[in-house]
C-alpha cells in the first residue's frame, strides 16, 4: 500500500513540475504585457481628458458663437455644417424671459444637443453643467439632476445614447428614419 502511494506522490510531483515548467514563461509573458499596458492606459486617460477639455472649450465657443448672434448663419441650411436637428418646444418659457432667448428644449432633447456640441460623447456631469450654463434646467423641477439622469436613461434604453460607464455616454447616430443605429458611433 506505501508504494502504491509513494507512487502516486511521484506521479503527481512531476505533474506539477510539469506544470509549473509550462507556467513560468506564460507568467513572464503576462508580466511584460503588463509593463506594456500601464503606458497605454494612461496614454487612453491622457488623452480621454484632452478629448473633454476639447469638447468644452467646442461647447464654449458654441455658446460664445450663439450669444454674438452668429450661429444662424453658420449653421444655416446652406451652410457645410448643414441644418440643426436640435427640436425645440415652442411653448415652453426662454431660458431667462427675455424676448431674444430660444426656447427651452425637452429634456432629453437638451442631452442630445448638448451631447452632439460636446462631439458626440461627455460625462452627466458636462450635461449638468451645460444645461445649468444654457438656462435649460427647468425651474419647476424638484430635482433637476434625477431629471437629467431621468432623461439620459430614457435616451440610453431607447438606445439613442451608450452609457460607456463611470457617467459617461456617447450619442448612437441616427438612421435616416430616426432611429438609433445599432454599435454606437
Known amino acids: 500500500m ?3 502511494l509513494a507512487q502516486a506522490l511521484r506521479t503527481v510531483e512531476s505533474e506539477l513540475r510539469t506544470v509549473n515548467d509550462e507556467l513560468a514563461p506564460k507568467e513572464q509573458e503576462v508580466a511584460v504585457l503588463r509593463e506594456k499596458l500601464a503606458p497605454l ?3 487612453v486617460a491622457t488623452l480621454q481628458q484632452k478629448r473633454d477639455a476639447l469638447a468644452a472649450a467646442v461647447a464654449s465657443l458654441r455658446t460664445a458663437l450663439e450669444t454674438a448672434g452668429a450661429t444662424a448663419a453658420a449653421f444655416s441650411p446652406d451652410s457645410e455644417n448643414g441644418p440643426s436637428d436640435h427640436n425645440l418646444v415652442e411653448d415652453r418659457p426662454s431660458n431667462g424671459g427675455g424676448t431674444d432667448q430660444a426656447p427651452r ?4 432633447d437638451g ?3 448638448i451631447l452632439t456640441d460636446l ?7 458636462a450635461i449638468r453643467h451645460e444645461f445649468r450654463r444654457r438656462g435649460w434646467l427647468d425651474p419647476e423641477f424638484k430635482d433637476p439632476d434625477a431629471a437629467l ?4 436613461k430614457r435616451l440610453t434604453d431607447r438606445g439613442r445614447v451608450e452609457r460607456l460607464g463611470e457617467g459617461r455616454y456617447r450619442l448612437v447616430p441616427e438612421r435616416p428614419n430616426g432611429e438609433a443605429q445599432e454599435g454606437g458611433m
Open 41 to 43: 492606459e494612461r496614454g
Open 111 to 113: 442631452v442630445v444637443a
Open 2 to 4: 506505501n508504494t502504491d
Open 149 to 152: 439622469y431621468a432623461a439620459t
Open 119 to 125: 462631439g458626440g460623447m461627455g460625462s452627466l456631469e
Open 105 to 108: 428644449p425637452r429634456t432629453a
